[in-house]
């Protein structure tokens, strides 16, 4: 599976983005979706996934802010991010996780946001 990440950009506190990642490949394979940030000088975290059944998980920081979505025709997964703040400033990675555990990543896209 390759992962193709785009969206980011600079933004004003308060404000908004999104960010879409494109599968390619053996998708059929694919059972989660979703997307990790690393912040500067930070450990990479978990932000967000969408399972094949729809079922979607938050880290609790974004709860409310974030919203994952997917579009099974085009293969693309989606972080629809509101109300951002400086502390989401990090570069934001796309991965799937295969149904027999092997995981892809995508290139990163850096989302700066500032106050």
């Known amino acids: 599976v390759q992962l193709q990440a785009c969206g980011g950009g600079l933004v004003q506190a308060g404000g908004s983005l999104r960010l879409s990642c494109a599968a390619s490949?053996?998708?059929?394979?694919?059972?989660?979706m979703g997307w990790y940030r690393q912040a500067p000088g930070k450990q990479r975290e978990f932000v967000a996934h969408i399972t094949s059944g729809d079922t979607k998980y938050y880290e609790d920081s974004v709860k409310g802010r974030f919203t994952i979505s997917r579009d099974s025709a085009k293969n693309t997964v989606y972080l629809q991010m509101n109300s951002l703040k400086p502390e989401d400033t990090a570069v934001y990675y796309c991965y799937a996780i295969k149904t027999s555990g092997g995981q892809s990543w995508g290139q990163g896209t850096l989302v700066t946001v500032s106050s």
């Open positions: 490949g053996s998708i059929f394979s694919i059972n989660v």
